[in-house]
């Protein structure tokens, strides 16, 4: 079976597993903010609409001195990027031919633009407690030239804090090599710990950022890159022109003054998981201890979750499955926490598979 290599587009996985589609279905699988795009950009969407008849700032100026005001830096460490996915396959193309080390479980995109660019991978494997370890690491960063790790990490939603950050950042730069932070959903924590400032004591420190998750913006394609601007200079330099479109450009400006929206969507992902993960735990299922707006999620009696994610799918309940996340192989699924109904459909699902195993 080819199962698909990512969340949403739901069809591809019922074509994967012969499945016929529901005519209702929720998907869990992409996990994007419940509450939709900012209202900001529909009350000015007939102001974004005019940016189609322009050609788009090539430098994207206002967003990137918007965004470097907002992390305390200069503009000069900031690129943007047609979603975090293009960043990521730029600094593959600067590691070509290079060593990588990736931080697993972790997004497949990492691996996939390192070995697009001729790039040796290696895995550090976390345990699936998802407490950080060090085992082994220092051996791999020898012959490394990059260390990519997600945090919060994807798929497990867990937090790393910024005292392993910095302790990360000391023994790449000790091993002259980079260390690349994917942050895509930093802004979905409650108390997340600021790491953009260690770019001015920490030249190796790469840190990507996504702006269509937390802003549910995923069809316009949103990213940035936080990096030394002798970095940021190499990578733009396999950019194409005119990366990013005209309205992204002015939607990026107005999310960013989105702070009540922020707060919104952060209480209430917070309340929905407290609400989710006890309801777990009383059914006897295992969660992953994620900090964010998605989850692993695991019924203990199986080795493989194939027979409850068809039960879901069967039922119009959409997850993630787990195939392709090295040190996961399908024993657990993936989660998004969307709004209060949703999440009843979903434990609704789930106590109607319990029941089924009777």
């Given at each position: 079976?080819?199962?698909?290599?990512?969340?949403?587009?739901?069809?591809?996985?019922?074509?994967?597993?012969?499945?016929?589609?529901?005519?209702?279905?929720?998907?869990?699988?992409?996990?994007?903010?419940?509450?939709?795009?900012?209202?900001?950009?529909?009350?000015?969407?007939?102001?974004?609409?005019?940016?189609?008849?322009?050609?788009?700032?090539?430098?994207?100026?206002?967003?990137?001195?918007?965004?470097?005001?907002?992390?305390?830096?200069?503009?000069?460490?900031?690129?943007?990027?047609?979603?975090?996915?293009?960043?990521?396959?730029?600094?593959?193309?600067?590691?070509?031919?290079?060593?990588?080390v990736i931080v697993q479980p972790a997004f497949?995109?990492?691996?996939?633009?390192?070995?697009?660019?001729?790039?040796?991978?290696?895995?550090?494997?976390?345990?699936?407690?998802?407490?950080?370890?060090?085992?082994?690491?220092?051996?791999?960063?020898?012959?490394?030239?990059?260390?990519?790790?997600?945090?919060?990490?994807?798929?497990?939603?867990?937090?790393?804090?910024?005292?392993?950050?910095?302790?990360?950042?000391?023994?790449?730069?000790?091993?002259?090599?980079?260390?690349?932070?994917?942050?895509?959903?930093?802004?979905?924590?409650?108390?997340?710990?600021?790491?953009?400032?260690?770019?001015?004591?920490?030249?190796?420190?790469?840190?990507?950022?996504?702006?269509?998750?937390?802003?549910?913006?995923?069809?316009?394609?949103?990213?940035?890159?936080?990096?030394?601007?002798?970095?940021?200079?190499?990578?733009?330099?396999?950019?194409?022109?005119?990366?990013?479109?005209?309205?992204?450009?002015?939607?990026?400006?107005?999310?960013?003054?989105?702070?009540?929206?922020?707060?919104?969507?952060?209480?209430?992902?917070?309340?929905?998981?407290?609400?989710?993960?006890?309801?777990?735990?009383?059914?006897?299922?295992?969660?992953s201890p994620s900090r964010i707006n998605f989850?692993?999620?695991?019924?203990?009696?199986?080795?493989?979750?194939?027979?409850?994610?068809?039960?879901?799918?069967?039922?119009?309940?959409?997850?993630?499955?787990?195939?392709?996340?090295?040190?996961?192989?399908?024993?657990?699924?993936?989660?998004?926490i969307k709004g209060p109904g949703d999440n009843?459909?979903?434990?609704?699902?789930?106590?109607?598979?319990?029941?089924?195993?009777?």
């Open positions: 079976m080819k199962w698909p290599s990512h969340g949403a587009n739901p069809h591809f996985l019922y074509e994967a597993m012969n499945l016929p589609v529901p005519k209702e279905k929720l998907d869990f699988s992409a996990n994007i903010n419940p509450l939709g795009p900012p209202p900001v950009l529909k009350e000015n969407w007939g102001k974004l609409l005019e940016a189609v008849t322009e050609y788009p700032d090539p430098h994207g100026t206002i967003l990137k001195r918007k965004i470097a005001e907002r992390e305390g830096l200069q503009e000069s460490n900031v690129l943007l990027g047609n979603g975090a996915a293009e960043v990521i396959s730029l600094i593959g193309r600067m590691l070509a031919g290079n060593q990588a497949s995109e990492y691996e996939e633009a390192c070995r697009v660019s001729g790039c040796q991978v290696q895995y550090h494997q976390i345990p699936d407690t998802w407490a950080w370890m060090d085992d082994d690491l220092d051996a791999k960063l020898k012959k490394a030239d990059a260390l990519f790790l997600c945090n919060p990490s994807n798929p497990t939603g867990a937090y790393y804090s910024k005292s392993i950050i910095l302790h990360l950042l000391e023994k790449c730069r000790s091993q002259q090599c980079l260390l690349i932070v994917d942050e895509a959903f930093y802004d979905f924590l409650a108390d997340y710990e600021s790491i953009s400032q260690c770019i001015n004591e920490y030249p190796n420190l790469l840190i990507i950022r996504s702006m269509t998750k937390m802003f549910a913006i995923p069809g316009l394609r949103l990213g940035y890159l936080l990096a030394d601007p002798a970095v940021i200079r190499k990578i733009a330099a396999f950019q194409p022109h005119w990366s990013t479109n005209g309205i992204a450009l002015k939607a990026g400006e107005l999310c960013l003054e989105s702070e009540s929206y922020i707060k919104e969507t952060i209480t209430l992902i917070e309340q929905e998981r407290q609400r989710l993960f006890l309801f777990y735990q009383s059914r006897e299922m295992l969660v989850y692993l999620l695991k019924d203990p009696t199986l080795s493989n979750q194939y027979s409850f994610l068809q039960y879901l799918l069967n039922r119009g309940i959409i997850a993630r499955h787990t195939v392709n996340f090295p040190g996961l192989e399908g024993e657990w699924l993936r989660f998004a009843d459909k979903l434990m609704e699902a789930v106590d109607g598979w319990l029941d089924s195993r009777l």
